[in-house]
C-alpha cells in the first residue's frame, strides 16, 4: 500500500522530505513481498508435510499387510504341521494383525496421524509369532505334547 505525500497533509508535515516518505514506501513494500514470501514457502511446507503423511500412512498400511499375510501363513503351515499351539497364537495374532490393518486403513481415510506405537506393536507380534513358530518347528521337543 504506497501512501501519495500529496494526499495526506499530515504525512507531508510528518516527514520533513520526500526521501523519508520513499524511504517509508520501500520498507512497506518490502514487507508485502516478505509476506507473500512466507505465504508461499507456508504453502510448500505445507504440502512436503501432507507427502510425508501420505507416505507414512502407506508404510503403515503395507507394514500391517506384511504382518497379516505372514500370521496368516504360519496358522496355515501349523496348521499343516500340526502344531496346536502355535495354531491357536497364529489365529490369534492374525485377528490382531487384521485389526491393525484396518486401523492402518481408517487412519489414512480420516486423515489422522500415524500411530508409531500401533506400528511398534504390529512388528512385535509379527517377530514373536515367527519365533514362536521357528522354536516349535525346529526344536526337538518343540510344542508337540505326546
Not at 28 to 39: F, K, P, Y
Not at 85 to 94: D, H
Not at 129 to 138: D, E, G, H
Amino acid at each position: 500500500m504506497k501512501i501519495s505525500w500529496l494526499r495526506i497533509p499530515y504525512l507531508n508535515r510528518k516527514f520533513a522530505s520526500l526521501a523519508a516518505l520513499k524511504r517509508y514506501n520501500e520498507i512497506v513494500e518490502g514487507q508485502a513481498s516478505r509476506g507473500d514470501r512466507r505465504e508461499t514457502e507456508h504453502n510448500r511446507v505445507s504440502e512436503e508435510a501432507q507427502a510425508s503423511t501420505r507416505g507414512q500412512h502407506f508404510f503403515s498400511i503395507l507394514l500391517s499387510l506384511a504382518a497379516s499375510l505372514a500370521s496368516g501363513a504360519i496358522f496355515l503351515a501349523s496348521l499343516l504341521d500340526q502344531l496346536a499351539l502355535v495354531e491357536v497364537a497364529a489365529s490369534l495374532c492374525t485377528a490382531l494383525q487384521v485389526f491393525f490393518f484396518s486401523s492402518a486403513i481408517a487412519d489414512l481415510m480420516a486423515r489422522g496421524k500415524t500411530s508409531r506405537t500401533r506400528n511398534f506393536w504390529v512388528l512385535l507380534f509379527a517377530v514373536l509369532l515367527i519365533a514362536f513358530y521357528s522354536v516349535s518347528r525346529y526344536s526337538p521337543q518343540g510344542a508337540r505334547f505326546p
